[in-house]
């Protein structure tokens, strides 16, 4: 006998549901304080019950397995609290986890008394193994088991006047079960409970183990909903844990299959490799234009409340909350992220469409700004975005080469991330106030009789010492490279010239960036920024001089 087996698929050639789309959200239960507490090395104590408890009210969530009163103390004076200090909304309604065992389930309706909404869940395994090896029992004896656990559970729940009481039932470990006893027990069951179409009953179908890949799951659903008789009087609720990492496709399969309720956590957290999480599977729904009814608006501080309760840690890489979901690190990524943004500003458009983005950060309450961050496997379009983000400065295509390569040296020399404020100071420190031989103090236009020229005085440094040079040209950046040539022999030529305004919040000024080619044929960039847009073209000037004089001085140097 192999020591692995394969799964053996059901036979459902004429499945329909792959043929679906998901139109709507499902009912959402929130299983966080029963399965997500079992699950914890430090199980949550009141204090943090409550909080979770809240949260989750927040969210938006209607219903909330708070735990399995009859297995613990905390659990049932947890209950007790939120029942006694009137804490549950109104249309909210809780669930209680119970076995089939009368004393549990007495128990269990002690710690509900008094609630107005609440759900018994009543479950008992049901799978091939577990009958073998825990119940060692056959399929008349589990059935026994669970036909007395909703017996009298409906004994109970009929003596109960001040608030409504639900069923659910899961034939837990139902993936490992044939579906004809899944619906033989499931039968069984309701026809202990009655149901109808104005009060249906829970029938949940867990991944108490998921042992298969997620379209096995959806096809136990669509069997079983075509084989149950109370198909029409039962909510068919999923429950997968994420055993082989498809939890939540499991789910989202499950619902294209009939299924009506998802149960689940938030961020997963759950038995061994976790529950279903909400927020993922919530969140996707949101990128497909669905409410998902659920609030994740502000996912931070329901990642911190999580984090805290249950002393575990979201992964960096967790889908929609993890710290690096909206990073992106390689060059290509970037350049194509910040066109998809800039295209989106361009053309107004309201559709969310940037690549490798699903999801608008600001929809859940994530920042733009740490979307890029630079490393060495950046490339132009990252370090361009940064700059734009922390500096206004818009760069034009072959400055964000230039910079990028500046970038890339720094990068690669320290082998870290360049933070953005680091990358806004390389790049003034680089381009806008680079080490000054030449300094710009002032400037006033002269009388010219020549037609389409310009003449200048300008009041400048160089080399420490004050000047009033003299220049004529097409306008100051050419009167001023002429003044210099002549004055102290720098012989630079213009070779490209752009500016922009500066957007509200940099304080209303221009930008001016100008490339300059040395005699020997170097090309380098300075930039400049001013309320006036001629002084900020002066200043671009200037420092792009700056660094061509420090080219000449390094070449010195060097020698
Ligand atoms: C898949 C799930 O997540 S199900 C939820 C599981 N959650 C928990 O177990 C957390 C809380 N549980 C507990 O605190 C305890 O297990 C209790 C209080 C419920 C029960 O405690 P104990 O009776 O002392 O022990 P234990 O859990 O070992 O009981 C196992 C017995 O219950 C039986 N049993 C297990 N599940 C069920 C069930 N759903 N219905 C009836 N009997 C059951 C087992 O067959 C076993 O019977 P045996 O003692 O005759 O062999
Ligand atoms: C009790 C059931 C629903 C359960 O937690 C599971 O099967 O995982």
Redesign the pocket.
Known sequence: MPKYVPFQPLSLPDRTWPNQTIRHAPVWCS?DL??GN?ALINPMGPAKKMELFKTLLRIGFKEIEVGFPAASETDFSFLRELIEQQLIPDDVTIQV?TQARPQLIERTFEAIAGAKNAIV?L?N?TSTLQRRVVFRADKAEITKLAVDGATRIHELASQVSDGRVRYQY?P???TGTEIDFSVEICDAVCNVWQPTIENKTII?L????ELATPNVYADQIELFCRLFKFRDRAIISL?T?NDRGTGVAASELALLAGADRV?GTLFGN??RTG?LDIVTMALNLTTQGIDSGLDFSNIKEVRRVAEFCTELKVHERTPYAGDLVFTAFSGSHQDAIKKGYDAMKESGQEQFEVPYLTIDPADIGRQYDPIIRVNSQSGKGGVAYLVENELGFRLPRRLQVAFSQVVQQATDSTGQEMPAREVGKKFLETYVSPPAELVYRSHKPLECDLEDQEMFQFSIEYQGVAHEVVGQGNGPLDALVHALTEKFGLAYDIQDYQEHAMEAGSGSSAAAYILLKTPEGTELYGVGQHRSLTKASILGLVAAINRCLGLSRDATSKR
């Open positions: 299983v029963r399965d079992q986890l869940h479950y395994s899961s837990e470990s139902f949940n867990p991944s108490t183990v429950h844990h149960e759950g038995e529950n």
